[in-house]
């Protein structure tokens, strides 16, 4: 059985070129699968400590910050040790570049660069330590999915393989590695190579593994084996969810984090579609005007790294939305605390002062195409309970009936908590990757006030 050759041979001789110490990780993420609630507490309290502890001694960054930031910047907390503490952004750490990675941490960091929502590029650093559990923690996600180390799956990704390593690791993990440009996904070719390497796991984001369910759909193609669905990185709607499972059969599992940051937060298990916090590598906090956000409310994502010594990121605002869960028992059985859904980029998600949200790709789109001779639109966020809403006009457009439909529509839904203004304006300006932004949010979430900088 290639299976066990990879998990007990492959696996931990890739690990020992890496530098990296992936299979140790994920068979302590085994033992820890079973702990009780309160045993994870204490787990995750104890690397906290340790880690704030390394943080105070080593950063003067962080020891400048935490003892200079104004009080709209602080948050308290359900984690002792955290609360009080100011939440730190992406753009504090792409001015403090220069301070890490922290001159204490000897071991090996990994650098990497993301370019934001707006363009401008952030570099993290990353411990090989937290490298480790970056890719334990995805495949202990991709386990509780019901996949095994080392049975062929295929990746559907944007990015293009070109390093001759990947290409001979992906051979090593029975992956096919596919790639596409976003317009334009070869659903017939994917199906080929579906069927080629008899594989029985997907990962793709949710968007795209829809178009290759309605390709499906449309053209009668059966399931040819797949067991295992998995989505990551774009919000997946419930519509899409349901089309997919249709088209295979196959419950999809969604999980979350942040790429570029290095951690997997949260995954959904087959049994429930809340998402478990893999709480032995993180602290994820949701917040809502300086303090944990209440179940079913709606909060900024701020979450504490627990193994990168490197460049600690301690309450760091990811700049995400996510649902407080309810503390309700999950039915697989495992203790690890849940958060109920996961709401998208928080500069595009309206808020509303009831503690509920509008998303932008589910609520926004339908009704904005529906109305006749509007070329374009985007909806701001000013204040909580203010939207101004821009409109481009085409020819023969009937500006009051628009306003009239679009503001009914949201009214609607907020229950007429939010107070609706137009602009008809020639032109959206584009945001910095050079696409349209339909919805901006000027509100801050996770600090005590709100300001009134968009966060980019
Ligand atoms: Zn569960």
Redesign the pocket.
């Known amino acids: 059985m290639y299976e066990r050759i990879f998990q007990r041979v492959v696996f931990p001789v890739l690990d020992r070129l890496n530098q990296t110490e992936i299979s140790k990780v994920l068979a302590y993420l085994g033992e820890t699968e079973s702990y009780s609630a309160t045993d994870l507490r204490d787990l995750q309290d104890r690397k906290l400590r340790a880690l704030l502890s390394w943080t105070q001694d080593h950063s003067d960054f962080y020891r400048d910050f935490w003892a200079t930031a104004g009080k709209e910047r602080r948050a308290s907390s359900d984690y002792p040790e955290l609360d009080g503490l100011p939440v730190v952004t992406k753009e504090d750490l792409r001015e403090a570049a220069d301070h890490f990675p922290l001159p204490a941490y000897k071991g090996k960091v990994l650098e990497i660069r993301t370019s934001g929502s707006t363009g401008t590029p952030t570099q993290f650093l990353r411990s090989h330590e937290q490298e480790s559990w970056f890719w334990a923690t995805r495949m202990r996600i991709w386990q509780w999915a019901g996949y095994e180390l080392g049975e062929p799956y295929l990746a559907l990704n944007l990015n293009k393989r070109k390093k001759l390593s990947k290409q001979l690791q992906d051979l090593l993990f029975r992956c096919t590695y596919l790639s596409y440009n976003a317009e334009n996904l070869d659903s017939r070719g994917v199906m080929d190579a579906l069927r080629r390497s008899r594989a029985i796991h997907i990962n793709a984001f949710g968007s795209t593994l829809h178009l290759l369910a309605r390709y499906m759909r449309d053209n009668d193609i059966e399931n040819p084996g797949v067991r295992v669905l998995t989505t990551t990185g774009d919000n997946l709607s419930q519509e899409h969810r349901e089309d997919i499972e249709s088209a295979f059969g196959v419950p999809v599992v969604d999980y979350y984090g942040a790429g570029g940051e290095g951690t997997h937060l949260a995954s959904?298990?087959t049994?429930?579609d809340?998402y478990?916090l893999h709480v032995e590598n993180s602290v994820v906090e949701i917040l809502r005007d300086g303090r944990p956000a209440k179940p079913g409310e709606v909060g900024a994502v701020v979450f504490t790294q627990l193994d990168n010594r490197a460049m600690p990121l301690v309450r760091y605002d990811l700049g995400d939305l996510a649902t407080m869960g309810d503390g309700e028992p999950?039915?697989?059985?495992?203790a690890?605390p849940?958060i109920r859904a996961i709401n998208g980029r928080a500069c595009d998600v309206i808020l509303t002062p009831r503690g509920g949200a509008l998303l932008p790709q589910f609520f926004f789109i339908g009704p904005f195409k529906m109305l006749d001779n509007l070329r374009g639109y985007q909806v701001v966020q000013e204040e909580l309970d203010r939207l101004v809403v821009k409109l481009v006009a085409d020819a023969g457009c009937d500006k009051e009936a628009s306003e009239k439909a679009i503001r009914e529509y949201i009214s609607e839904a907020a229950e007429g908590s939010l107070k609706i203004g137009f602009e008809w304006v020639d032109e959206i300006p584009l945001a910095g990757l050079g696409k349209p932004r339909p919805v901006v949010s000027k509100i801050s979430t996770s600090g005590q006030q709100e300001s009134s900088e968009v966060g980019s």
């Not at 999950?330 to 495992?334: A, D, I, L, V």
């Open positions: 959904q298990c049994r429930a809340r478990h999950c039915p697989c059985g495992r690890h849940t």
